[in-house]
Structures are given as C-alpha cells and as structure tokens.
C-alpha cells in the first residue's frame, strides 16, 4: 500500500495494488473500499504539479520524463508551456490572497495566537522564556 500510495500514475498505482492483493488479499478488500484520494497521490484533487518534492530539478525531471522523447524545439516548447501554465496558476491564486501569506499559514498563525491567549510568558534570560498556560 505504501508503494501505491507514492506514485503519481495510474498504472504504477495499479501494477502496486495489485501487488498488494497477491499478497494480502483481506488487506486489499479493506483498502479499496476507502477513499482512495485520502491516501494515493494519483488520486489527490489539488494540483501538485505532478510531483511532491521541494527539489525544483527533481521536480521539472519528472515532469518532463515523456516529453524527453520528443524533438529537441518540441521539448523545449513543451517546457515552456508547462512552466507558463504553472505561473500563470500560481500568479492568479497570488492575486486572490487576502493576507501577505497564505490562507493556510494565515490561519495556522490564528489558530497559535488564539492559543496564546491563555499562556503567560516570562523571561528566563534575553534569549530564553518560559511559557506556562494560564488558567483558563
């Protein structure tokens, strides 16, 4: 499951499940009677760009794997394109965004300062405090 879970493609997510059911086939039962875009990347609905790493190189290699077949002006469009595509997606979801950093790290950082309200902080030296909840 851990193999199938990890790849980006269909037929890889396949080759691996079925692996899995030679192997274990009541885990398989169970397995894929869930809901697979919880737990299998091929399947996830947000756009990853394909891959889940934050090497840039790694990244664009992966993507690029089929088109290295092509010819060298047609390889060289179709980076292009992809890459134009990938900014122009990330350009307007930057536009849209009502805070200096993402909805998600906004809210994480609410959340954390809610929970500060309840904490009293004092000083152990000028680098080092201690944070205690207060009673609430």
């Given at each position: 499951?851990?193999?199938?879970?990890?790849?980006?493609?269909?037929?890889?997510?396949?080759?691996?499940?079925?692996?899995?059911?030679?192997?274990?086939?009541?885990?398989?039962?169970?397995?894929?009677?869930?809901?697979?875009?919880?737990?299998?990347?091929?399947y996830?609905?947000?756009?990853?760009?394909?891959?889940?790493?934050?090497?840039?190189?790694?990244?664009?290699?992966?993507?690029?794997?089929?088109?290295?077949?092509l010819?060298?002006?047609?390889?060289?469009e179709?980076?292009?394109?992809?890459?134009?595509?990938?900014f122009?997606?990330?350009?307007?979801?930057?536009?849209?965004?009502?805070?200096?950093?993402?909805?998600?790290t906004?809210?994480?950082?609410?959340k954390s300062?809610?929970?500060?309200?309840?904490?009293?902080?004092?000083?152990?030296?000028?680098n080092?405090?201690?944070?205690?909840?207060?009673?609430?």
């Amino acid at each position: 499951m851990d193999k199938a879970s990890r790849v980006y493609t269909e037929l890889k997510h396949n080759r691996h499940m079925e692996e899995l059911q030679n192997l274990h086939p009541n885990a398989y039962d169970y397995i894929i009677d869930t809901v697979l875009h919880k737990w299998s990347c091929v399947y996830y609905p947000d756009r990853r760009y394909r891959v889940m790493t934050t090497n840039v190189a790694k990244c664009i290699n992966s993507c690029l794997k089929f088109a290295r077949q092509l010819p060298m002006l047609t390889l060289a469009e179709f980076n292009r394109n992809m890459l134009q595509h990938w900014f122009r997606d990330r350009h307007w979801v930057a536009q849209s965004m009502h805070h200096q950093l993402t909805d998600a790290t906004h809210l994480v950082i609410l959340k954390s300062m809610e929970n500060c309200n309840f904490m009293t902080v004092n000083p152990v030296d000028c680098n080092i405090f201690l944070a205690k909840r207060s009673g609430k």
